[in-house]
């Protein structure tokens, strides 16, 4: 078993559509949760950034993690063709920036206008 | 965001020649910088951490001696892929993080390079 699982999709919604992302892991050492979005020939950008189980909301993207069923949700609202990018679960047992990142496969989000 | 330059962007070497792949931090002091791979269709991978001043740290199965890593100063990381293979063709991408303030937690990445080797 693979430590992150994310379906690489394509997942492809309409304009305006909720858009819900996820990822399990099986590491229950994982503390710190993150999406990142990446569009193609670029790096990854960080997205969103939680630590522990709850929910953190920023504008149209709310992430959700839930530590005891190790299942981790990116939600995004009124979704923009500008969102069609391949977004990346990553996860990391310590905050203090000595801690690689473990990620999953990514998921590849298509907005139709 | 911070900014880290990776350089080249896109690679074509011989089989058997060595391939210096620079990452650099350009507005801020990176203490800690990480490698990943990614082969098609497959995750990022961490290849390894490394601190300034100090050797850098492989994870499991990346071998050392084939993968250089030089992080001699706060703003610069060099991965040298030694005597390259075929099989060592890959998307190689590396971040840097950083202490002080409210973002000494998020890792910034760099465009990565696209390497292949014939």
């Known amino acids: 078993q693979k430590e992150v699982e994310q379906d690489p999709g394509p997942l492809s919604v309409p304009e305006g559509a909720i858009v819900s992302l996820n990822c399990t892991y099986s590491n229950s050492a994982f503390q710190y949760f993150m999406w990142y979005r990446q569009y193609s020939r670029k790096g990854p950008e960080l997205l969103m950034y939680t630590y522990s189980s709850g929910n953190k909301e920023d504008g149209r993207f709310t992430a959700q993690v839930d530590k005891s069923s190790k299942y981790i949700s990116l939600f995004i609202r009124d979704s923009q063709p500008s969102d069609s990018a391949t977004y990346l679960c990553a996860m990391s047992r310590s905050g203090g920036g000595a801690d690689g990142l473990t990620f999953g496969k990514g998921t590849h989000l298509i907005i139709q206008p | 965001g911070a900014v880290v330059s990776q350089h080249p962007s896109r690679v074509i070497c011989k089989s058997g020649t060595s391939v210096k792949i620079e990452c650099r931090s350009l507005?801020?002091?990176?203490?800690?910088m990480f490698w990943y791979r990614q082969f098609p269709k497959q995750s990022l991978m961490l290849m390894a951490t490394s601190n300034e001043g100090s050797k850098a740290t492989y994870e499991q199965g990346v071998e050392k001696d084939k993968f250089l890593i030089n992080h001699a100063s706060l703003t610069l990381s060099t991965l040298t892929v030694t005597s390259a293979h075929p099989e060592d063709s890959s998307f190689y991408i590396c971040?840097?993080?950083?202490?002080?303030?409210?973002?000494?937690?998020?890792?910034?990445f760099g465009q990565g390079t696209r390497l292949t080797v014939v």
């Open positions: 507005d801020f002091q990176a203490t800690t």
């Open positions: 971040s840097a993080r950083f202490w002080g303030g409210p973002m000494n937690t998020e890792a910034f």
